[in-house]
């Protein structure tokens, strides 16, 4: 690599642009990474920064707050909805509201013409795996006996998020229609080439992503029954996939991987990838402005899928 990137990685000429101005502005910031805090103060910094990276939401015909077996959830109708999306947000388990995740999903539902259905899911380590995939669990029957009406199911998350959207797919064939994966977390074991690659200096860091496994796991994680990774369940039970993946994402081969392997045993996949881009650049539609396009891609494919 050129030692240059080393010092400063906004000055790789592949980044898109925005993404780039993003790093230098952090980098300039010098706030310290989450792994280097605890995970109250990381929530606190992902709650500060969150409006400026999302911009405003836009109007969405009608938004509604409710519970679903003591999770917290939220739900956006657009005019004519047809269909449903269960939105799982990111933030390593740890981090992500209903809040930070607004903008995104008002977008969601719009482009997708669904229902969406945002859950709030509790976080790491106030809870942890497999927990998150159980309260995902109840949320989608729930979805589907409360509001789907009969019409298809879909599920889609962002990183974490879409950790848990795959291991509940997976596990929930006769409901869910199809997933939605934006630069989803596969495993723990963060040994990838991009991973190596990207480590440090890419907004997401690999040091990070081991945090957020240690807060996510417990000591035993085969005790309770359920698959850590999506890789080790029931590969074959999964619906039709449109993944999206970031070039300078440390998860990217593991979400390539997990792809190839779907591809193998005859999963229609759908790959969408944005070269010059970093993790988590779909929230950021206030910056950086490929996000755009990657949430009416994630749109689309819910229309014609769950719609």
């Not at 539902?109 to 229902?115: D, F, H, I, Q």
């Amino acid at each position: 690599m050129d030692p240059d990137l080393d010092l400063d990685p906004s000055l790789d000429p592949g980044l898109d642009p925005d993404a780039a101005a993003l790093l230098r502005r952090i980098a300039a910031a010098g706030a310290p990474p989450p792994h280097a805090g605890t995970p109250d103060q990381a929530r606190q910094a992902h709650c500060r920064s969150a409006p400026a990276l999302a911009g405003p939401g836009e109007p969405v015909a009608e938004v509604e707050d409710t519970t679903v077996s003591g999770v917290p959830v939220r739900l956006y109708r657009p005019a004519g909805a047809r269909g449903v999306t269960l939105y799982l947000h990111g933030g390593g388990w740890v981090l992500g509201t209903l809040d930070t995740y607004d903008t995104l999903c008002r977008a969601l539902a719009n482009r997708s013409g669904t229902t969406v259905i945002s859950v709030a899911y509790t976080l790491a380590p106030d809870a942890r795996h497999p927990t998150q995939v159980r309260q995902a669990r109840s949320c989608l029957a729930w979805a589907v006996r409360e509001q789907a009406g009969g019409e298809p199911v879909a599920v889609a998350g962002d990183s974490s998020g879409a950790h848990l959207a795959a291991l509940l797919a997976q596990s929930e064939p006769q409901s869910v229609r199809a997933q939605a994966l934006i630069y989803p977390v596969i495993d723990p074991l963060l040994n990838r080439e991009s991973a190596l690659t990207y480590a440090k200096g890419y907004y997401l860091e690999t040091e990070t992503l081991r945090w957020f496994w240690d807060q996510y796991l417990p000591a035993d994680p085969s005790a309770a029954g359920e698959p850590v990774s999506p890789l080790d369940g029931p590969l074959e039970r999964t619906p039709p996939t449109l993944l999206l993946t970031a070039g300078f994402d440390p998860l990217r081969s593991e979400a390539e991987e997990y792809a190839a392997r779907l591809e193998s045993l005859g999963v229609p996949v759908e790959r969408a990838h944005f070269p010059g881009q970093i993790h988590g650049f779909a929230r950021f539609t206030g910056v950086i402005g490929q996000a755009a396009d990657a949430l009416r891609t994630v749109g689309d494919f819910l229309r014609r899928t769950a719609g």
